[in-house]
């Protein structure tokens, strides 16, 4: 037992930062601040990104503090709509109107949810007089993937864009990016810091790929004098954003500075379908087999065998498996250990264990009848998927490297995902099927 007078100490902070929480969701008190986001080229700003701060000489002043006693509360949805509305609102006071860009910050809790009533107007408001760019961190997709994938079609379809936050400070985050396909990449301020670190051309390389490829632009954070600068323009960033650059403040009004076009491109991205894994490598016309369960069962071990040594930087997804049996359960088991993700989905998974991710299917799926294996790594990408056998055991296989088509099979298996520390649920063949997610 503690100290009950430590104990008793530690109750009463909690109480009184809940009681200060309801007192700043409930009266609106959460203050827009604003950083500049700018050209390393020009060195002018073209757009800014929303910070939330608490009321001043609050408690809870500071991000930190802010978000945990959300997270403690269970209230991080709540939080995060009150800091969505407050810059939106900040932007319309200020008549931040496109072509500028407002970066918004997003919690995976709220990632999937609907608008909450009373921001329904500023939000409406919002999808067809601002330019907002939604930005997520790996963790949002790791914990919430089927929330956040199906989040993401959504607010692009109303829209908006997507930056994925923090890569390089988690190998898993260059390994997740085909997944978000941002339009915008920020690199970590410890790139910038620490630009000889063999983690940090790892990074520059993969991003580089990335951005040839899409045609996202790459940000650089943390930038704080002209070393930082040098660095961030060797690393490819042709945007910056830091205290060189100005400090999180008011956002200023429209009159004070000429706002110019951020993106001259969109990232490309694959529609959704409803087809299963197979049907959408024989629509795209992969290359076909014959093969019996035997050879499958090969085959995976095989390329299970090359994803480990991908280690941190693959994606790994089974599905449609009915006998994910022990030895495959345990090889599973070892390579989430070192992968950056992976998942298996099928009407009966095995019990999540250090790191397994999981996901169910109905039982009247085409999935659960099927296979399919996907690895999908910055420089690797393969995916597999098998017909349902006929009577002789036999069945069709189709095998693609292609990149794209490996990307579009490996989102599709993703989204069925459960979130992180919560029991599958069966979810509907319907990938698109969704709460409309917020504006």
Not at 69 to 85: G, K, P, T, V
Not at 348 to 355: E, I, N, T
Not at 383 to 401: F, K, L, Y
């Amino acid at each position: 037992m503690g100290d009950p007078v430590v104990v008793e100490q530690s109750l009463r902070r909690r109480t009184d930062a809940g009681r200060e929480l309801d007192r700043i969701i409930g009266a609106g008190l959460i203050t827009p601040l604003y950083q500049p986001i700018v050209s390393l080229q020009s060195l002018r700003a073209v757009a800014f990104e929303a910070l939330a701060r608490g009321p001043h000489g609050s408690a809870l002043e500071m991000p930190a503090a802010l978000f945990g006693a959300a997270s403690r509360h269970d209230r991080l949805s709540e939080l995060d709509w009150a800091c969505r509305s407050a810059a939106v609102q900040g932007a319309f006071d200020a008549e931040y109107l496109p072509p500028a860009a407002l970066f918004v910050n997003v919690e995976p809790a709220a990632a999937g949810e609907s608008v909450p009533r009373q921001y329904e107007q500023l939000m409406a408001r919002a999808q067809s007089g601002l330019r907002i760019v939604f930005e997520f961190t790996e963790r949002a997709l790791t914990d919430h993937p089927g929330d956040v994938l199906r989040a993401v079609r959504v607010l692009r379809d109303l829209g908006a864009m997507i930056a994925l936050d923090d890569v390089g400070v988690d190998p898993r985050s260059l390994a997740l990016l085909p997944f978000l396909e941002p339009e915008v990449v920020k690199l970590d301020m410890s790139l910038v810091h620490e630009p000889h670190r063999s983690a940090t051309f790892a990074t520059h390389q993969a991003v580089q790929a990335y951005a040839e490829d899409t045609g996202a632009i790459v940000l650089a954070e943390g930038i704080e004098n002209q070393e930082h600068v040098d660095a961030a323009l060797a690393l490819g960033a042709t945007h910056g954003q830091g205290w060189l650059f100005g400090h999180p403040s008011p956002l200023p009004h429209a009159h004070e500075w000429e706002p110019v076009e951020l993106f001259d491109a969109r990232v490309r991205t694959v529609a959704d379908s409803h087809h299963t894994p197979f049907e959408w490598l024989a629509q795209q016309g992969a290359p076909a087999s014959r093969a019996t369960a035997g050879h499958l069962q090969g085959l995976a071990d095989h390329l299970l065998g090359v994803a480990a040594g991908l280690g941190d930087a693959a994606v790994v997804i089974i599905a449609g498996s009915r006998d994910v049996h022990v030895p495959l359960q345990r090889r599973l088991t070892e390579l989430a250990e070192v992968a950056a993700f992976v998942g298996v989905i099928s009407d009966a998974p095995p019990a999540l264990h250090r790191g397994l991710r999981t996901g169910l299917t109905g039982p009247a799926e085409s999935l659960a009848a099927e296979r399919a294996l996907c690895i999908l790594a910055p420089t690797y990408a393969v995916a597999v998927a098998a017909s349902t056998p006929d009577d002789a055991g036999r069945c069709e296989v189709r095998t693609t490297h292609d990149r794209d088509n490996v990307a579009a099979v490996a989102r599709r298996l993703m989204a069925r995902v459960a979130p992180a520390c919560e029991p599958p649920q069966t979810v509907s063949a319907s990938l698109s099927a969704s709460a409309s997610p917020p504006a």
